[in-house]
Nanobody
Framework: QVELVESGGGLVRAGESLRLSCAAS????????MGWYRQDPGKDRELVAS???????DYRDSVKGRFTISGDIAKSTVSLQMNSLKVEDTSVYYC???????????WGKGTLVTVSS
């Protein structure tokens, strides 16, 4: 069973940076999409950023220009560089990898990011 493990969360002040990383316990074949999501208590999980196997990236409007997603298909890893963090970026962040070959998605267990004012 493949597991995704996130790291890099923590407590920072507004304006500071964090880098989240996600690695699969073993290589995932046929990756189509990798992404980062976040979820607040009582709210739906929302897409923060994604990167396709061709390298196309997408960001939610509120993080454009501040966050950068990168991924390594061969290593089944995905990272999220978060700059100029805001209090409203506080959330639990989850990584997700979707495989065409296996026809399924994999999720990490989440890492908490807290931004103080």
């Amino acid at each position: 069973q493949v597991e995704l493990v996130e790291s890099g969360g923590g407590l920072v002040r507004a304006g500071e940076s964090l880098r989240l990383s996600c690695a699969a316990s073993r290589a995932i074949v046929g990756i189509h999409m990798m992404g980062w999501y976040r979820q607040d208590p009582g709210k739906d999980r929302e897409l923060v950023a994604s990167i396709s196997s061709s390298g196309t990236t997408d960001y939610r409007d509120s993080v454009k220009g501040r966050f950068t997603i990168s991924g390594d298909i061969a290593k089944s890893t995905v990272s999220l560089q978060m700059n100029s963090l805001k209090v409203e970026d506080t959330s639990v962040y989850y990584c997700r990898i979707y495989s065409w070959t296996y026809g399924r998605e994999y999720w990490g267990k989440g890492t908490l990011v807290t931004v103080s004012s």
